[in-house]
């Protein structure tokens, strides 16, 4: 199973002082060399991390793969088209989250959705939705075209009890296995950590983990390359 890390919060520390360090391309230099296949961040309409140049520099320097996070804006469409990275998600995004909150609504949102992925198509450039584990968005995801699906873990992480955790991973399970029925390639992610990262590897249908937050707070204590090395480990 494929491991991509998220570098967004090496860019929050960055912008908590408007300074220039910690430099997120250096990171993501640092967790390909620990093992990551690719390299994720969120270019969000109010750039509170990521912000252009940052992209524009990873696009040039990864040896990887770049997942460019992203809402369905014109605005943020534009520049997804000119940087072309290797793979856009297509999150939602509200100005005063402090994270995702939950799966694009596909199913409502089939014609705009649609017209984006055959934009970023044109271009060559991977499509991926994150959705919630809900068969209709899946169904609806291939129904417009997308190339991969982003399962969102976000209700299997803050569940609570054993019995719980083991329904939501079972139904991950089955929309994976679903969505890999229909021809989609299957990636999860949001909340994932070095505790309950063990249950979504196993799930056979799923060829990558996306894992952000939780590596960059192990990194503080262990060093970055050491914290995506024992991440590594844990996912194979």
Known sequence: MKLSVNIDHIA???????????????????????????????????????????????????????????????EIIAIALKVTPDLVT???????????????????????????????????????????????????????????????????VEARGDFRQKKLIAKIQSVAEHAKSLGLGVNAGHGLDYDNVRAVAQISFIDEISIGHAIITRSLFVGLEQAVREMRELVD
């Open 90 to 156: 297509l999150v939602p995004e509200k100005r005063r989250e402090l994270t995702t909150e939950g799966g694009l609504d596909v199913v409502g949102q089939r014609a705009k959705l649609r017209r984006a992925v055959e934009r970023f198509h044109e271009k060559e450039i991977l499509v991926s939705l994150f959705v919630d584990p809900v068969r209709k968005q899946i169904d609806a995801s291939k129904e417009i075209g997308a190339d991969i699906i982003e399962i969102h873990t976000g209700e299997y």
């Open 12 to 74: 929050t520390l960055r912008e908590a002082r408007g300074g220039i360090e910690p430099n997120p391309v250096v990171a993501a230099a640092i967790c390909e060399r620990a093992g990551a296949d690719g390299i994720v961040c969120h270019l969000r309409e109010d750039r509170r991390h990521i912000n252009d140049r940052d992209v524009r520099l990873l696009r040039e320097s990864l040896a990887t793969k770049l997942d460019l996070e992203m809402a369905a804006t014109g």
